[in-house]
């Protein structure tokens, strides 16, 4: 099947421009959406080990600031509009398994006709709410789709009452939303770490794009629709092994040895503790990306360089913010006030001692603002300055160098 566009991706991001969502929750959104077409049919061997396309990403940003939904039902339309298997947002882990079960089917590994044939039961999960779907501190349903996230050949449950569930081919894609102050229900320290966290990329933003105050004003570029649905169509049909070609390869070797050395130096590529699980699967995101970023560009399943470096990029640019995600979660004393502070100050730039008590006078006293601005002080994230003409603490903001 023949493509009409040079790259999904970025054709997807023109498509998106008249949104106020940010930029990245419109390009993770996309990557969501190949990851989704492509199913469990695409696969990278890798040594003793399989990889398929499927990502956990949640994309995080303050209620009604960011808009969340807006990148979430874009992304669902596209996948909607080929007709793959979605599941609604508030399911039972029981209905999940059920509607896996009933949307198994065949496919050639190969991807030619008379291909040895296996078996998979892919779904997607694109929900604005991603504490509807995960509930509250659902140990057990985190724990399955910590499980599922590496897309087992066969996975086996069996319960007392209802008997035994074989999956053939599990493949779970997600695309959730969240607002920061949620994480800390939907986490528990169980799911931090090792677990699902670490198989999950956060794209973290605090405000919008832009401001369009009439999005009426530019028509919705309905032949680029059709052409995005027609190519997301050409890569659900695509099937077989997916490998790098050598400099693709080289390059990737490079990082990898490099990223590893760093490790051993007791200098990883996120200091934060809580990411330690994470920063040890890196090399697995990162070559997942590259795969959906060569099934982008093409059918040929051939994983180069640039595909490899704008993985790489992507990856480096979120991980910027992702350690912001748990700034609310920890056993810290005042871990979650800390959070809450920073939040203010930092989406505000400047801001007074008397701002801040008085936006959180329910939840925070002058001494307990005191010590938790030591410690940002001490953090370096934040300023504090004495103006000496209105008696008045001012804290600010120290941007990212």
Same mark, same amino acid.
């Given at each position: 099947?023949?493509?009409?566009?040079?790259?999904?991706?970025?054709?997807?991001?023109?498509?998106?421009?008249?949104?106020?969502?940010?930029?990245?929750? =419109?390009?993770?959104?996309?990557?969501?959406?190949?990851?989704?077409?492509?199913?469990?049919?695409?696969?990278? =061997?890798?040594?003793?080990?399989?990889? /398929?396309?499927?990502? /956990?990403?949640?994309? #995080?940003?303050?209620?009604?600031?960011? %808009?969340?939904?807006?990148? $979430?039902?874009?992304?669902?339309?596209?996948?909607?509009?080929?007709? @793959?298997?979605?599941?609604?947002?508030?399911?039972?882990?029981?209905?999940?398994?059920?509607?896996?079960?009933?949307?198994?089917?065949?496919?050639?590994?190969?991807?030619?006709?008379?291909?040895?044939?296996?078996?998979?039961?892919?779904?997607?999960?694109?929900?604005?709410?991603?504490? #509807?779907?995960?509930?509250?501190?659902?140990?057990?349903?985190?724990?399955?789709?910590?499980?599922?996230?590496?897309?087992?050949?066969?996975?086996?449950?069996?319960?007392?009452?209802?008997?035994?569930?074989?999956?053939?081919?599990?493949?779970?894609?997600?695309?959730?939303?969240?607002?920061?102050?949620?994480?800390?229900?939907?986490?528990?320290?169980?799911?931090?770490?090792?677990?699902?966290?670490?198989?999950? $990329?956060?794209?973290? *933003?605090?405000?919008?794009?832009?401001?369009?105050?009439?999005?009426?004003?530019?028509?919705?570029?309905?032949?680029?629709? &059709?052409?995005?649905?027609?190519?997301?169509?050409?890569?659900?049909?695509?099937?077989?092994?997916?490998?790098?070609?050598?400099?693709?390869?080289?390059?990737?070797?490079?990082? /990898?040895?490099? &990223?590893?050395? @760093?490790?051993?130096?007791?200098?990883?590529?996120?200091?934060?503790?809580?990411?330690?699980? /994470?920063?040890? %699967?890196?090399?697995?995101? #990162?070559?997942?990306?590259?795969?959906?970023?060569?099934?982008?560009?093409?059918?040929?399943?051939?994983?180069?360089?640039?595909?490899?470096?704008?993985?790489?990029?992507?990856?480096?640019? #979120? *991980?910027?913010?992702?350690?912001?995600?748990?700034?609310?979660?920890?056993?810290?004393?005042?871990?979650?006030?800390?959070?809450?502070?920073?939040?203010?100050?930092?989406?505000?730039?400047?801001?007074?001692?008397?701002? $801040?008590?008085?936006?959180?006078?329910?939840?925070?006293?002058?001494?307990?603002? &005191? $010590?938790?601005?030591?410690? @940002?002080?001490?953090?370096?994230?934040?300023?504090?300055?004495?103006?000496?003409?209105?008696?008045?603490?001012?804290?600010?903001?120290?941007?990212?160098?």
């Amino acid at each position: 099947m023949s493509r009409k566009l040079n790259n999904w991706i970025a054709a997807y991001e023109d498509y998106t421009k008249n949104s106020e969502s940010p930029a990245s929750y =419109h390009k993770w959104g996309a990557m969501a959406c190949i990851a989704g077409a492509l199913e469990r049919k695409v696969f990278m =061997h890798w040594g003793h080990t399989t990889l /398929y396309p499927n990502q /956990y990403i949640v994309i #995080v940003g303050p209620s009604g600031q960011a %808009r969340k939904g807006e990148a $979430i039902t874009i992304a669902r339309l596209m996948l909607e509009g080929i007709g @793959l298997n979605l599941i609604g947002e508030d399911n039972s882990p029981e209905a999940i398994i059920r509607q896996m079960r009933d949307g198994s089917a065949s496919y050639s590994i190969t991807g030619e006709p008379g291909g040895e044939l296996k078996f998979q039961c892919p779904i997607s999960c694109f929900v604005e709410e991603f504490a #509807v779907f995960t509930g509250e501190h659902n140990k057990d349903f985190l724990a399955k789709l910590t499980n599922w996230y590496d897309s087992r050949d066969k996975w086996k449950r069996t319960t007392k009452h209802q008997g035994t569930d074989d999956l053939m081919g599990v493949c779970v894609n997600i695309l959730g939303a969240t607002a920061p102050d949620w994480l800390p229900m939907i986490l528990p320290r169980e799911a931090i770490g090792g677990g699902f966290t670490s198989r999950t $990329i956060f794209v973290v *933003e605090n405000s919008k794009r832009q401001i369009i105050s009439n999005p009426n004003l530019v028509k919705e570029d309905i032949e680029l629709r &059709e052409n995005l649905l027609h190519d997301l169509e050409a890569i659900h049909i695509m099937a077989g092994e997916m490998t790098f070609d050598q400099e693709g390869l080289d390059t990737y070797v490079d990082w /990898y040895e490099k &990223e590893e050395q @760093l490790i051993m130096d007791g200098r990883p590529a996120i200091v934060d503790p809580l990411f330690g699980g /994470y920063v040890s %699967r890196r090399a697995t995101h #990162v070559k997942k990306l590259a795969m959906i970023l060569s099934a982008s560009r093409g059918g040929d399943k051939i994983v180069r360089k640039i595909d490899f470096t704008e993985a790489l990029d992507m990856m480096l640019d #979120v *991980e910027k913010r992702m350690p912001e995600v748990f700034d609310g979660i920890g056993s810290a004393p005042l871990s979650k006030e800390q959070a809450m502070v920073f939040s203010i100050i930092k989406q505000q730039k400047t801001v007074t001692r008397a701002d $801040i008590l008085n936006k959180m006078q329910r939840s925070l006293d002058a001494g307990t603002l &005191e $010590i938790v601005m030591t410690t @940002l002080c001490a953090r370096k994230v934040v300023s504090a300055k004495l103006d000496a003409k209105n008696n008045e603490w001012v804290y600010k903001h120290l941007e990212d160098k």
